[in-house]
T-cell receptor, first 113, second 114 residues
């Protein structure tokens, strides 16, 4: 079975540009998470969804960040406008029910120049 | 505030030696505790989890962890390390009564010497 699929794997952009990261969760999973990983701050939970509904977005750093889940098989994380401090690896993860077993994608490495 | 502390940033062990990675948590209620492993360029994979019951839990790849409430610890162990265990290891706690909302520690990078 396919795991969590993220795209793009690598993104290099210039400050001020819009960035859209995409995620396809594992079929049948009802939770979806977006995490950000940096050397300075480690792994931070940005937002998570249950049955396509955002449950907790308290980790979204500011209004430049937005996330959507229009259906059970697709989610986006958008940064507009992007800034150099947004450079990080962004992970999407999904899980089935509240088991604590998150299945992570391989991440999207974002570099903002 | 809830938090997870992994005091060792980097550990090097010889292949075949035993391993213990430390994890301390701060959480008022009964915690849900997890260990995840991350290989270079990959996402995280669950090694094991503790929700309740037996305080010694077994996981994949020969790992185990012991929950000690009195010490607020959940240390990860393996009796004999293999070169393929070289990776970064993250301890996490599920907060707010949710086993899915995880707060991760800063990770311990494990190097294995031949």
């Amino acid at each position: 079975d396919a795991g969590v699929i993220q795209s793009p794997r690598h993104e290099v952009t210039e400050m001020g540009q819009e960035v859209t990261l995409r995620c396809k969760p594992i079929s049948g999973h009802d939770y979806l998470f977006w995490y950000r990983q940096t050397m300075m701050r480690g792994l931070e939970l940005l937002i998570y969804f249950n049955n396509n509904v955002p449950i907790d977005d308290s980790g979204m750093p500011e209004d430049r960040f937005s996330a959507k889940m229009p259906n059970a098989s697709f989610s986006t994380l958008k940064i507009q406008p992007s800034e150099p401090r947004d450079s990080a690896v962004y992970f999407c993860a999904s899980s089935y029910r509240a088991t604590g077993e998150l299945f992570f994608g391989e991440g999207s490495r974002l570099t903002v120049l | 505030a809830q938090s997870v502390t992994q005091p060792d940033i980097h550990i090097t062990v010889s292949e075949g030696a035993s391993l213990e990675l430390r994890c301390n948590y701060s959480y008022g209620a009964t915690p849900y505790l997890f260990w995840y492993v991350q290989s270079p360029g990959q996402g995280l994979q669950l090694l094991l989890k503790y929700f309740s019951g037996d305080t010694l839990v077994q996981g994949i790849k020969g790992f185990e962890a012991e929950f000690k409430r009195s010490q607020s610890s959940f240390n990860l162990r393996k009796p004999s390390v293999h070169w393929s265990d070289a990776a970064e290891y993250f301890c996490a706690v599920g907060i707010g009564g949710a086993t899915n909302k995880l707060i991760f520690g800063t990770g311990t990078l494990l190097a294995v010497q031949p």
